[in-house]
């Protein structure tokens, strides 16, 4: 784990909502910037207290395809990652197709809080429930050169077009968006998910307890379908 990564997730929520610094990420490495914004407007979030942790929202694990299959794929993902997004529009569809679909495996979203916009684009996903989860991922990520540009205040608003863009009213973004509980329970559990995988950047994956890089589709595949066969 990078000394950044440890030192953010050592901060907690108040490392990623607080005033003062936030992180950028490539897709490679972490990189600390700092920024005169100090508060996360129109996000209110940022100057909640916090809440005990028994009191904390359930935060639902985004899935997809056969949950009672012998193999479980986990991808941890970053809405800001360029390479998540090569994924999500090359690789994805194809396992949808061949591996999701017809129920060979069950298929994990974990979304990963490298900086404070990919934490509200993850707040923003999860607005209209699981059942919409993944269709909003599909328009983050298809947009995702155009909705981190900007200030603090653009970004979100760039977010709360796509969430209206979605179906959702500005009622129903307001109140998602500006939910300070929900973003420390998703902070709280994006570190107990990397406290069970060191994850060194992003996407990385895990199929059956074993994690692996970024990939191709043939090289996925080939590991899918070793890992089937090993099921049984």
Not at 1 to 20: E, K, P, S
Not at 83 to 98: I, M
Not at 179 to 192: K, N, P, V
Request: net charge negative.
């Amino acid at each position: 784990m990078t000394m950044h990564r440890r030192a953010m997730l050592m901060g907690g929520a108040t490392g990623i909502l607080g005033a003062g610094a936030y992180l950028l990420w490539d897709g490679r490495q972490p990189a600390a910037t700092d920024t005169a914004q100090s508060q996360l407007t129109p996000f209110g979030a940022a100057s909640a207290q916090e809440v005990a942790a028994e009191d904390l929202p359930e935060v639902v694990e985004m899935t997809k395809g056969n949950p009672d299959a012998a193999v479980t794929l986990i991808e941890y993902a970053s809405f800001t990652c360029p390479h998540c997004r090569t994924f999500h529009q090359n690789v994805l569809p194809q396992l949808e197709a061949e591996f999701i679909e017809p129920g060979l495996i069950n298929f994990v979203y974990r979304e990963v809080y490298f900086d404070r916009y990919g934490l509200w684009a993850g707040m923003m996903a999860r607005c209209a429930g699981p059942l919409r989860y993944f269709g909003i991922v599909d328009l983050i990520y298809a947009q995702q050169s155009e909705w981190t540009q900007g200030s603090p205040a653009d970004v979100a608003e760039n977010l709360r077009r796509i969430g209206r863009t979605a179906g959702l009213s500005n009622e129903e973004l307001d109140a998602c968006m500006t939910d300070a509980a929900m973003a420390q329970a998703l902070i709280a559990t994006y570190e107990a998910n990397i406290e069970e995988h060191d994850i060194p950047g992003t996407p990385a994956f895990v199929i059956n307890g074993e994690l692996h890089g970024n990939m191709n589709f043939s090289d996925m595949s080939a590991l899918l379908t070793a890992a089937l066969e090993a099921a049984g």
